[in-house]
Nanobody, 127 residues
Framework: QVQLVESGGGLVQAGGSLRLSCAAS????????MGWFRQAPGKEREFVAA????????YYADSVKGRFTISRDNSNYTAYLQMNSLKSDDTAVYYC????????????????????WGQGTQVTVST
């Protein structure tokens, strides 16, 4: 089991940037694929980005492609989501999630395929 703690959320003006961090509790972090999801008020949770444990692949939702970058530092057991050119539509609670690397790569967008979740961090983009 792995525990995840997000940080880095806050209030930012449209066009600005934020970097979210997701600290993992275990050295076995290197055996987990990581994902970021978000949930805006009144909306369902949606996939944002995913990265393999070995960083051999990354995936992004169309809505954030070219603006957000997922990365990880396995030596520090931390995943990151760099968010640039933020828009008001990006306002949401952002969650990091982890799933074992042996899970099917086809499921990277499916939140129910991630057993471990952080508590979430609020991102608010003002216009």
């Amino acid at each position: 089991q792995v525990q995840l703690v997000e940080s880095g959320g806050g209030l930012v003006q449209a066009g600005g940037s934020l970097r979210l961090s997701c600290a993992a509790s275990r050295r076995t972090f290197t055996t987990y694929n990581m994902g970021w999801f978000r949930q805006a008020p009144g909306k369902e949770r949606e996939f944002v980005a995913a990265e393999a444990s070995s960083s051999t692949y990354t995936y992004y939702a169309d809505s954030v492609k070219g603006r957000f970058t997922i990365s990880r530092d396995n030596s520090n057991y931390t995943a990151y989501l760099q968010m640039n050119s933020l828009k008001s539509d990006d306002t949401a609670v952002y969650y990091c999630a982890a799933r074992p690397s042996y899970y099917s790569d086809r499921d990277y967008q499916r939140g129910e395929k991630y057993p471990y979740w952080g508590q979430g961090t609020q991102v608010t983009v003002s216009t």
